[in-house]
């Protein structure tokens, strides 16, 4: 228990210091046009735990005995697979929320931390290195996922979770280029923090990090 605790402070920073969207740059793309909504983001946020997690901790269990050529394919393969269960959960919050997502879960399933993560860096890790680190990671997409879908939401429809209260006070929120705008400031604000508590930068995955 001791372990999983040391792993899962190591692992913590991916909430807001390492961000896997905000600092790490990472699937920047699927999130800012697949997420206009708060369901929009609950489902994507699902869906990248059950891609992430398990990929990671079989790649930490049995990456290296799997022949190089074969690595990406395998990780691709399982991140895939587990858009099944990602969908059914999804479907226990609201039988519309996975839909409403569009292509973008299936993105996911073959970004860069299931496919190029794993073999880069879970590889390297203990099993429960590499369950710490996909969870905090899973929780920091999730963090900047409904942030980022309640704010184009509210200001694009008026609305949190389709319930509307209010007049649109921005409806142009909606464009997916406000998705990318949006992050952009977030990802501002968490490096204007960074420099003030003097955080020097991380590398992202695949970079010397993965070293």
Do not use: H
Not at 80 to 101: E, H, K, N
Not at 203 to 211: I, L, S, V, Y
Request: glycine share 10%; proline share 6%.
């Amino acid at each position: 228990m001791s372990e999983l605790k040391s792993c899962f402070k190591e692992s913590a920073s991916y909430l807001f210091l390492r961000n896997p969207v905000l600092v790490l740059g990472l699937v920047i793309g699927q999130l800012a046009a697949g997420v206009g909504t708060l369901q929009n983001a609950a489902a994507l946020s699902i869906t990248y735990f059950f891609v992430v997690v398990p990929t990671l901790v079989f790649a930490s269990l049995f990456g290296k005995k799997l022949p190089g050529w074969l690595k990406v394919v395998i990780y691709a393969l399982i991140s895939a697979l587990m858009l099944v269960p990602s969908y059914f959960i999804s479907g226990t919050i609201s039988a519309t929320i996975f839909d409403s997502a569009g292509i973008y879960p299936a993105l996911l399933a073959v970004s860069t931390v299931p496919v190029v993560y794993s073999s880069k860096i879970a590889e390297n890790q203990k099993p429960l290195s590499a369950l710490a680190g996909g969870i905090c990671i899973a929780l920091g997409f999730a963090f900047t996922a409904i942030i980022l879908g309640a704010a184009r939401e509210f200001l694009g429809s008026g609305s949190i979770w389709g319930f509307r209260f209010a007049k649109p006070l921005f409806p142009a929120a909606k464009l997916p280029i406000w998705g990318f705008i949006f992050l952009g400031f977030m990802a501002a604000l968490v490096n204007f923090i960074k420099d003030i508590l003097k955080i020097p930068e991380e590398t992202p995955a695949g970079g010397e990090e993965a070293k």
